[in-house]
């Protein structure tokens, strides 16, 4: 039997799993009523950068202060899902886990646009901040600019921070990943940002384990992902379409 925690990131009180692999965390815990969770906000953590860092903040925290042999991530309303359609049990990661040492969501695909063009034309993104991060990689890592090239011009993406791996990646990824976006969130102005957009970081940080991977060249399974609320898909769909239809930003 592996040994696998997989953190539910969380904001608010919501039903979680009953399986012992599942580890909901409040992200953002600091400064923060408690929802019945364990906070990111102990040991080692960032848990005040939450607001710009989002679920990362819960990545930070596993990475310095969880021990297991396999850590991962979902969300409260977005799972891994499993061969009975519901969220992924222990039987389904052991599975997959015989066989490779990382599990990603299955691609998310924009058959129309590459991913440096849908990302800047999300309504809360500007295409100055993709930038900042593209010279922060040419300047810490600049062996991984190519793989950044690569992914900013697929297609498709594995997409919402979710992943489970063994824990020398997760450690080796993690050293890697937030020194470049510590120093992105530093240099990003968002003095005249929305909430929203002041999210940049987290939504930057959705790309960087394709750019990690692309370089390494792990090899992965893929897990389709199960939606406990319903996107909606019109509405979004829509607001891109005007973004694209003004220039993006």
Request: net charge positive.
């Amino acid at each position: 039997m592996k040994d696998i925690k997989i953190l539910v990131a969380a904001h608010k009180p919501y039903p979680m799993p009953k399986e012992e692999i599942y580890l909901p965390i409040h992200a953002g815990r600091a400064g923060k009523e408690p929802i019945g969770f364990r906070g990111d906000n102990t040991g080692d953590n960032i848990s005040l950068d939450n607001p710009r860092f989002c679920e990362l903040t819960a990545v930070y925290w596993a990475w310095k202060n969880l021990d297991a042999g396999y850590i991962g991530l979902v969300h409260y309303r977005r799972y891994f899902r499993g061969k009975k359609k519901t969220a992924a049990r222990r039987e389904d990661f052991e599975e997959l886990l015989g066989h490779c040492d990382l599990i990603l969501p299955a691609k998310r695909r924009y058959y129309i646009e590459t991913i440096r063009s849908h990302h800047i034309h999300l309504p809360y993104v500007y295409e100055k901040d993709l930038r900042i991060l593209e010279k922060v990689i040419r300047e810490q890592s600049p062996e991984y600019l190519s793989a950044f090239h690569t992914v900013m011009n697929r297609r498709s993406a594995h997409m919402f921070n979710m992943f489970v791996m063994k824990k020398e990646l997760f450690h080796q990824y993690c050293s890697w990943m937030f020194p470049i976006l510590q120093e992105v969130d530093r240099r990003i102005d968002t003095a005249e940002y929305t909430p929203m957009e002041r999210r940049a970081v987290a939504y930057l940080g959705e790309f960087m384990l394709d750019i990690w991977n692309e370089k390494r060249g792990i090899p992965y399974a893929e897990m389709r992902v199960l939606f406990l609320e319903r996107e909606n898909l019109l509405k979004k769909g829509g607001t891109l379409l005007a973004r694209k239809l003004r220039g993006g930003r």
